[in-house]
């Protein structure tokens, strides 16, 4: 047996000793139980069930844990093999690509100082610092990927070896890493990993894939530049994004998929159909809404307000500030306070405000207006109220990271009996957003404690048990494919997210139920039961849009801006052959909007074919063209967006025609 100190290696020799052979149980995904040798790799048991599963499996979880297919394991475990389209097997997948696409880069400058690199939803990054006088640049990139794939053809292992506290830091001042010493610093001894392949050492946590070898297709996608540990008071890093597949083929698809990604982009969309308008005068990340982006977030707006009427809520609207103290109590300002504003001092001393992080507290507030029976209960309260978190610069992009944004937020206040019966409504409130907007390709998942860190959370066992009942029953109840994921509730509660897909097969998460223990508490919330004593509420948090300006985004890039006809800002333009039909274009104009039909008019001295063009670019679902003939039959030519011409109709055919697909649309969201 060899043992390594430091730089030293001594060699001692232990009398050779009768192996005692220990089996150790392992549950598979399907309840199913394997016996296996104690120290059995998660390779292995790939191997013991199929050679074909050994050669596509990436990583196991165990116990809850991913980890790297080569660990042993030492006793009885409950386990999960993953394959690439898994999101477990992806990140591992990606992770190991950082640490490659690392090693690519210290061939190419030596020298190069490593920050973090962590995978993201589509792929990786890796923050570097290069040697003084060097820039990358995307010219650059091609080389990179080349020797990223020449690399990976190596089949270098991937080896997981466990470092002191010391041993680690001595290790990275060596190589003069100021980063990799900073992160050590924060670390508890004998939790420090280090990870090595080829002539490439890094510290991490992993999980990592058994070798390169798996990376078959590489792109590196963008530079870009981010702050060390994401704080404008430290250096500006190179932020080099990339991703990687198993096959070539799969790239070659998800390189279609972004170019189809970028036609889709909200933010180029939004600018074209005049949504909305970001101004450096106002602020970044504080986006504002242009008269067609106000009345698209108007639609949605009242449309979830007509589906919460229908299941006994009330409005309320709360202030865009607040006491600092109001934070403290609710535990905001702790979670929050580095992310938020700064507070505002008032001209009386020791008086501080703050711009709201969460809407939560201030409900929690209106409940504590006046006494409450358990005869009141359920309490319903929902406002779209706009909250403020000071996001670093780097982070923010379009409408979907912002530092000011509203969300559809709600709140529930019922009796522990009452927590199953409302967590199912809310689930129909989501099932008929999602139909309404045609999210059709969607997952749920339960987000429960970990029973082995109970420490963890709050709340006694008997509600956590009830809570998480609940959630399970009412999913069951709903027949929804779920997946189960142990020690990710919140520390107050279990919940229920939902994630949904776009048309690009991107993941989103749109609609979460959240069950909460903690606020109720804090804020010494209460109702007299029927046994006239006091009892706590519980509170059930819920957005089904989540964000309005994330959600918008999403559903932009969703439909590329071709909204359904109930929703979109401009349903109808009228476009006169000529300025003589310019008055009959008007009146026509004016007896749809009568009839709540959202009609404009292209009046431009511009030719016909060159307004269709222009207003089917701005994806104007009905062009009604107007002439000579039109005007002396007093109907117009109907053009559907994508379709092409659909006949002549009276006006009031068309108005009767318009109403009738609106209704239809609404209908089936109420199905």
Known sequence: MQIFLKNKRIITNFAPSKKILVMIKITLPDNSVREFDQGITGLGIAEAIS???????????????????????DSDASIKLHLWD?????????????????????????????????????????????????????????????????????????????????????????????????????????????????????????????????????????????????????????????????????????????????????????????????????GMGLPLWLPKGATLRDNLE???????????????????????????????????????????????????????????????????????????????????????????SGELHGLTRVRSFTQDDAHIFCRPDQLKEEFLKVIDIIFIIFRALDFKDYAAQISLRDPNNKEKYIGSDEN?????????????????????????????GPKLDFMIKDALGRKWQLGTIQVDYNLPERFGLEYIGSDDKRHRPVMIHRAPFGSMERFCAVLIEHTAGKFPLWLTPEQVVVLPISEKYNEYAQKVSNQLNISDIRAGIDDRNEKIGRKIRDNEMKRIPYLLIVGEKEFEQNTVAVRRQGEGDQGSMTIDEFTAFINNEVSEQLADAWK
């Not at 979880?61 to 080569?70: A, I, K, P, Y």
């Not at 799969?250 to 390189?255: N, T």
């Not at 409450?372 to 406002?383: F, G, H, I, N, T």
Request: glycine share 8%; charged share 30%; aromatic share 10%.
């Open 86 to 282: 898994d999101r477990e097997g992806q990140e591992t997948f990606w992770h190991s690509s950082a640490h490659i696409m690392a090693e690519a880069i210290e061939f190419f400058y030596p020298g190069t100082k490593f920050g973090i690199g962590p995978t993201v939803d589509n792929g990786f990054y890796y923050d570097i610092d290069l040697p003084e006088g060097k820039v990358l640049s995307d010219k650059d990139l091609a080389g990179i990927e080349q020797k990223v794939l020449e690399l990976s053809r190596l089949k270098s292992d991937i080896v997981r070896s466990e470092i002191s506290k010391a041993d680690a830091l001595e290790l990275f001042t060596a190589k003069g890493d100021p980063y990799k010493i900073e992160l050590i610093t924060d670390l508890v001894d004998g939790t420090i990993t280090l990870y090595r392949q080829g002539n490439f050492t890094d510290l991490c946590r992993g999980p990592h894939l058994p070798n390169t070898g798996f990376i078959k297709a590489v792109k590196l996608t963008n530079i870009a530049g981010a702050y060390w540990r994401g704080s404008e008071k430290n250096k500006m890093l190179t932020r080099v994004y990339g991703i990687t597949f198993p096959k070539q083929k799969l790239l070659e698809e998800y390189l279609v998929l972004l170019e189809e990604a970028k036609k889709r982009d909200h933010r180029k969309i939004g600018k074209e159909m005049e949504l909305f308008h970001f101004s450096p005068a106002v």
């Open 51 to 73: 050679s074909r599963l050994a050669k596509e499996v990436l990583s196991i979880s165990v116990n809850g844990e991913v980890r790297d297919l080569m660990r042993p394991i």
């Open 302 to 392: 009242k449309f979830l307000k007509k589906v919460q009427k229908k299941f006994g809520y009330e409005q309320v609207i709360t202030p865009h500030i607040g006491d600092v103290a109001l934070y403290r109590t609710s535990g905001h300002l702790a979670k929050y306070g580095k992310d938020s504003f700064q507070p505002i001092h008032t001209p009386n001393e020791g008086e501080e405000y703050m711009l709201k992080p969460m809407n939560c507290p201030h409900h929690c507030e209106i409940y504590k207006f006046k006494p409450r029976s358990y005869k009141d209960l359920p309490v319903r309260m929902a406002e779209f109220g706009t909250v403020y978190r000071y996001e670093q």
């Open 464 to 492: 956590w048990e009830k809570a998480e009942s609940a959630i399970i029953e009412a999913c069951a109840e709903k027949g929804l494919k779920t997946v189960t994921e142990l020690g990710e509730a919140a520390f107050y």
